[in-house]
């Protein structure tokens, strides 16, 4: 079983151009709201991280990293002249099918406030505020340029954050016996991706009591 998982993890990351336009789908989805994407490409990203560590060519791994960045660029692009378009109408009406409300976004306007790239990129590293974020620059007309940068900048930040920790595992572990590494490697995909979310979940909880 663990074998067949290490394949399917193989294949997805340095795959086909069939699981190259999945993982381009599942980012630029993730990035208009649809939930449950971001463990599955931080888990994706931990698995290249450790695969590199290992001695694996990084090389093999491109297509991936690039097609998950342009997948997540191509998404906030979409959400920005979406919400841009629709403006409080349209999150009115369609706003609360992905969680997002006025008073939301009301919040994500008072971080925003000085709508300065670093604060932008910095929105976007806490959870509940990545898509909502750049919803607020779509409604109240930020400039688009200011939102690529930061997207662009927090995504690279965020790949990297990722494969450093699937590195840290990869060395770790590298003294272990192979045929422990598909468990070694699940385990320790499941510990970042885990420590990740409770971090962001206690983040969202200490600004949602300050307000």
């Known amino acids: 079983m663990w074998d067949n998982i290490w394949q399917f993890l193989v294949i997805a990351t ?22 449950g994407t971001c463990p599955i490409l931080e888990s994706l990203l931990v698995f290249t991280g450790f695969q590199i560590a290992q001695g694996a060519f990084i090389v093999a791994s491109i297509p991936f990293l690039a097609i998950a960045y342009a997948g997540r660029l191509c998404g906030s692009t979409s959400a920005y002249w ?23 976004l009301h919040r994500v306007r008072q971080k925003l406030e000085s709508f300065a790239v670093p604060t932008i990129i910095t929105a976007r590293f806490v959870p509940g505020f990545t898509v909502v974020s750049t919803i607020v620059c779509g409604v109240s007309g930020i400039p688009y340029k200011k939102l690529l940068a930061a997207v662009a900048i927090q995504v690279l930040a965020w790949e990297a954050i990722f494969l450093a920790f699937g590195a840290l595992g990869g060395k770790v572990s590298s003294s272990l016996n192979p045929e422990t590494q598909p468990a070694v490697v699940l385990i320790w995909m499941t510990i970042t991706v885990a420590v990740a979310a409770t971090l962001g979940y206690f983040i969202f909880r200490r600004l949602r009591n300050r307000q």
């Open 14 to 35: 340095t795959g086909s151009l069939l699981w190259l336009a999945i993982i381009f789908l599942v980012a630029l989805l993730g990035e208009m709201g649809l939930p």
């Open 82 to 104: 979406l919400s841009s378009a629709l403006g409080d109408r349209g999150i009115d009406k369609f706003g609360r099918r992905i969680r997002i409300t006025r008073e939301r």
